[in-house]
Structure formats: structure tokens, C-alpha cells
């Protein structure tokens, strides 16, 4: 396998890269805006090529033509296997567990994975109010798994105890008299490594690191005491091919790579 020259790649390069990976030998994916687009785009012309990409608006088995600025925008309409009303898409596709991955992001998350996307600070006057769940509980708790991609890896994000809690992982729910189809997130891919856990029980774990970076590093960087695998992986940098699909063919306009 070719590599690229360490140095070379942004934050959204790598972590793009590693997650559409982590689609390999998936069926069909529930993908929000941003890096899971950008993940599921390169997972079609990598490791997946087969991948039906499910969109919050209803639209099925998508092929864009260009990435999508929004779950709205009309390019996802043109060339899609189907276009259904959200009552049907949530009722019947997510509650009748047809998705193998729900493709979340958040601003903070907890070791059982539970998601913070409502605010930073107290509920009543926070220091950053975020868009909310939109559709996150149902993938959450409907999906057969869910994979989450942080921009940040630190003690704020990979938190003890949430600010808020938007979207419950199973354990959560389960708590609370709710039992979830699902096993909740079992995949975090962040600028430091990746997190795994089976499912209900489990605490998440760091399973591989990126080059360059030690378990203590990545201790340090998460606010509970994290769990480490007996063998922690070190992740392959991204390939000259796959950053050469993400720029030129997936994202050539800079849209979400930063």
C-alpha cells in the first residue's frame, strides 16, 4: 500500500479517510452532513462500493453528483433509488431495521455513548447552542450500529457527564425503561485513534491510535478513565489513491474538507 508523506494531511483529510473504512462490507448507511458524507462518498469508490446511502429527507440509495450541502439540497434527489415521505423513511426503514450503520457526529459524547448535539453550558443560558438532534435518536436507537466522527479529541468532548444528553445510546435508554433495536455506537473515529465497543454493557475503549500517538496521549485527552484493548493497532495513514478521490473526485470545491 502507498502512503502519503507524514504532514501532508488536514484533520478532515484523516479522519474521512479512516472512517469510510470502517464501512467496509456495510449494506446501507444513514449518513448526516459533513465528514459522514464525506465518508460515505469515498467508501463508494473504495471499500463499498455497493454502500445505499439513506438521507434524513427521505431520499434512498442517493448518487449525487456533487456533494450535498444540506439533507435538502436537490442533487441528492436526481439518480436516487427512491424518494420517500419521513413518516415512511423513519416508520419503515429506520423502526424496521433495513440500516446496517447510522452516521452520526457530536460535540460531546460519554463512555456509554450517549451524544450531546443541544448546547455547551446549562440548558438556560449555555455558552454555545447547538442544532439539536434532527433525526439522531431514531438513527441511534433503530440503526443496527452507529459510528460517530469527533473534529476534537479532549477532555470537554470525551466527557464524564454530558451537558446535555440529545441522543441516549441503549444503555441510557435502557435505564430509563426503553429497549433500543440497537446496539448504539460501537465505532469513534477522532484525530487521535479510535474507540470501539460491542454494545450494551460496554464501555467504549481505545482499540488503534494514529501514528505518532501514545495510549497516554489519548488518556489524557478523554475525560473518564478510559479502557484500552489488550492490543491497541496502529491505524494505516491514508493512501496517495485515497486522498487523491477524496480532493479531486469527492470534494474537489473544499465543501467539507477543511
Do not use: K
Not at 489519548?218 to 489488550?230: E, F, Q, S
Amino acid at each position: 500500500m502507498t502512503t502519503t508523506a507524514p504532514g501532508t494531511i488536514t484533520s478532515s483529510e484523516l479522519l474521512s479517510v479512516v472512517a469510510s473504512r470502517e464501512l467496509a462490507a456495510r449494506r446501507t448507511v444513514f449518513a448526516g452532513i459533513g465528514l459522514p458524507t464525506l465518508a460515505t462518498e469515498l467508501a463508494h469508490l473504495t471499500v463499498a462500493p455497493d454502500i445505499e446511502v439513506v438521507y434524513e429527507s427521505g431520499v434512498c440509495g442517493a448518487h449525487p453528483s456533487q456533494l450535498p450541502e444540506t439533507i435538502a439540497d436537490a442533487v441528492l434527489i436526481t439518480g436516487a433509488e427512491a424518494v420517500i415521505p419521513m413518516p415512511m423513511l423513519f416508520g419503515c426503514v429506520l423502526q424496521g431495521g433495513h440500516i446496517d450503520v447510522g452516521f452520526l457526529g457530536a460535540a460531546q459524547i460519554d463512555r456509554w455513548g450517549s451524544l450531546n448535539t443541544s448546547v455547551i453550558g446549562d440548558w438556560a443560558s449555555p455558552s454555545v447552542r447547538l442544532p439539536g438532534s434532527g433525526g439522531g435518536v431514531e438513527v441511534m436507537a433503530n440503526s443496527h450500529e452507529v459510528f460517530v466522527v469527533m473534529r476534537r479529541h479532549n477532555p470537554r468532548s470525551f466527557t464524564a457527564e454530558l451537558d446535555f444528553c440529545t441522543t441516549p445510546g441503549p444503555d441510557r435508554a435502557l435505564a430509563e425503561g426503553i429497549r433500543p433495536l440497537g446496539a448504539g455506537v460501537t465505532r469513534v473515529i477522532t484525530e487521535l485513534g479510535i474507540l470501539a465497543r460491542a454494545g450494551v454493557g460496554e464501555e467504549l475503549r481505545l482499540v488503534a491510535v494514529h501514528p505518532g500517538v501514545s495510549v497516554d496521549r489519548v488518556r489524557a485527552a478523554t475525560g473518564w478513565d478510559l479502557r484500552v484493548a489488550d492490543t491497541v493497532e496502529e491505524v494505516p495513514p491514508p493512501t496517495r489513491e485515497e486522498l487523491r478521490l477524496l480532493r479531486e473526485d469527492v470534494d474537489p470545491d473544499r465543501v467539507y474538507l477543511r
